[in-house]
């Protein structure tokens, strides 16, 4: 059976045909669909999180891997970085979800393996609106409404969509949690770190770690992701 899944004092009318994921996908690509806030269609389940970013623990960790994850994409010509409002649909996973972060190679849609599908009404070819199949990377950072959803019910629906990499962070504590996960044979794993606590990335061919300090100003942190090319295990 279908559940919706509301966070407290949002109010957001969902249409009765949206229950299936084909109902969600025609709600989500409509211009009825709001415009802020994150609503996911996972396995059967719409959930709705209108709650704004928390700037320390979300909105600056975005920025920093955003930033570097781009930079390292285009000089390397690997593929596209897309943001937190691109829609990625699989049938096979039931998911229809904005993730905060995409990386999809070029090899992956040269092979069909990924697709961009056009939007509703296109008048052209590059009028795109949704990512079919799953990014080679895809990046989810923890915030207090979304932790179950990160960590429990996105997990294996991007593993079943055929996402080769999810990167997990979590910031809101005293010590910064940055896990990256490949594809084992039922589900993700997760890639140890070095004696260094830099992890692999087979999809960016280099190993990761994210450091943080303290800001110029009380109550502020300053984020770096730092990398290693081509790659220690």
């Known amino acids: 059976m279908n559940a919706i899944v509301l966070q407290e004092r949002c109010e957001v009318e969902i249409p009765e045909y949206a229950t299936s994921l084909a109902g969600f996908r025609r709600w989500a690509t409509s211009d009825d669909f ?10 059967g ?22 930033t570097e994850i781009a930079r390292l994409v285009r000089e390397r010509n690997l593929g596209q970085v897309l943001g937190s409002d691109t829609l990625v649909v699989s049938v096979p996973a039931d998911l229809s979800c904005e993730p905060d972060m995409s990386v999809v190679l070029w090899e ?58 999810l990167w997990l962070v979590d910031a809101r504590g005293h010590e910064i949690s940055f896990l ?42 300053v984020y770096r992701l730092e990398h290693r090319e081509g790659a220690r295990p």
């Not at 709001?34 to 396995?43: A, L, S």
């Open 34 to 43: 709001p415009r802020t806030g994150r609503i996911d269609f996972i396995c």
């Open 45 to 66: 389940r719409i959930e709705v999180d209108m709650t704004a970013d928390r700037i320390n623990s979300h909105t600056l960790v975005f920025m920093e891997l955003a």
């Open 108 to 165: 992956s849609l040269r092979s069909g393996r990924v697709r961009y599908l056009p939007a509703p009404k296109a008048v052209a070819a590059d009028d795109v609106l949704e990512v079919e199949g799953g990014p080679d990377l895809v990046v989810e950072i923890i915030s207090p409404s979304s932790q179950q959803k990160d960590t429990r019910r996105l997990p294996p629906a991007y593993f079943a969509a055929g996402v080769r990499e």
């Open 180 to 221: 990256i996960h490949r594809g084992g044979a039922a589900a993700f794993e997760v890639v140890p770190a070095d004696s260094d606590g830099f992890r692999k990335s087979d999809v960016l061919d280099s190993s990761f770690r994210l450091k943080r300090s303290p800001g110029p100003v009380p109550n502020t942190w």
